[in-house]
């Protein structure tokens, strides 16, 4: 097995029975918003997703477009629609950014619901599919476009374990989904990413493994955010050890006169979590 690839596996049932239920229900799907943190766009994709929604109209969603890397993020936005896929980067909560998801949702139906016009119908509520991986803000959207509190938000992973039709008050109606992950992790970049950015549960990987990570990639892509959030001097390769002693000794993280790495490594996972640390994007390279 070389380095990059993990055995991983994370893929609670409620996630199986997701994408039962997405297929029963693809009939009724007019459009597919599919969420991607934009820090990670490449590894929180869902792999197979088009094994669940085909052909349908799809708009990709990058939120947490204020916390990443602005120049990279528009790189990647680029690649995507080079790729042919409608791509919005959102702050979702900023209300323009919500709208143009709604005018682009509309934009997108205007030859069906014409149609449907023209038979002297009525146009139609439109459905949408909202997927994504945990904690890609999922629910925060669904609550925005509902206009009130009809989803579960949580920054920790699994907090949707239903489907449900929600209706919203701009004639579209959003089929919640818990968050969707591939059944085996086999890249352990991916992996890391994921769990830099409490996609998947700490307890899945090593803690100390998961901060030297965001270490690392502080230090080969944002080496300002390395000194100035703590003080350390980007280098070829980090010497962990003399960091983290510093960093326990910083914090007074010490336990029996030695420093408590756990602790140190926790710290570092909770100041991307908490947004201590900005503009960046871990999936640096296209």
């Known amino acids: 097995m070389n380095e990059y690839a993990t055995n991983i596996n994370w893929y609670p049932g409620h996630m199986e029975k997701a994408k039962r239920l997405i297929i029963k229900e693809y009939k009724n799907i007019d459009v597919v918003y599919e969420l991607v943190d934009a820090r990670i766009p490449r590894s929180s994709k869902i792999s197979n997703i088009y094994d669940m929604i085909g ?6 969603i990058m939120t947490k477009k204020d916390l990443a890397d602005k120049v990279m993020l528009e790189k990647w936005v680029k690649y995507y629609e080079n790729l042919g896929t409608i791509t919005i980067p959102v702050n979702l909560n900023d209300e323009n950014d919500i709208k143009k998801i709604i005018n682009t949702t509309h934009e997108l139906m205007a030859k069906k619901q014409n149609e449907r016009l023209e038979k ?5 509520e439109i459905q949408v599919l909202v997927v994504g991986i945990p904690n890609v803000g ?3 959207l669904i609550n925005k476009l509902a206009g009130r509190k009809v989803a579960n938000v949580g920054n920790s992973p699994g907090i949707t374990k239903n489907l449900s039709w929600l209706k919203t008050a701009h004639n579209i109606v959003l089929l919640d989904t818990p968050g969707i992950l591939w ?3 086999e890249n352990a970049e991916i992996a890391r990413n994921l769990a830099a950015f409490s996609s998947i549960k700490l307890e899945v990987l090593d803690v100390n493994e998961i901060a030297c990570h965001i270490l690392n990639k502080l230090n080969k892509y944002y080496p300002t955010k390395l000194e100035e959030r703590y003080n350390i001097t980007p280098a070829l390769e980090l010497d962990f050890e003399q960091i983290y002693d ?6 007074g993280a010490i336990k029996n006169n030695e420093v408590d790495y756990e602790r140190v490594s926790k710290r570092i996972i909770n100041d991307l979590k908490d947004e201590y ?6 999936d640096n390279e296209i």
């Not at 002297?120 to 139609?124: E, F, R, V, Y």
């Not at 510093?246 to 914090?251: D, E, Q, V, W």
């Open 55 to 60: 052909n349908k109209p799809k708009i990709l």
């Open 120 to 124: 002297g119908l009525n146009k139609k």
């Open 138 to 140: 999922k629910s925060t």
């Open 183 to 185: 059944p085996k992790l």
């Open 246 to 251: 510093s960093l326990g000794r910083k914090m």
């Open 277 to 282: 640390i900005k503009g960046v994007v871990f």
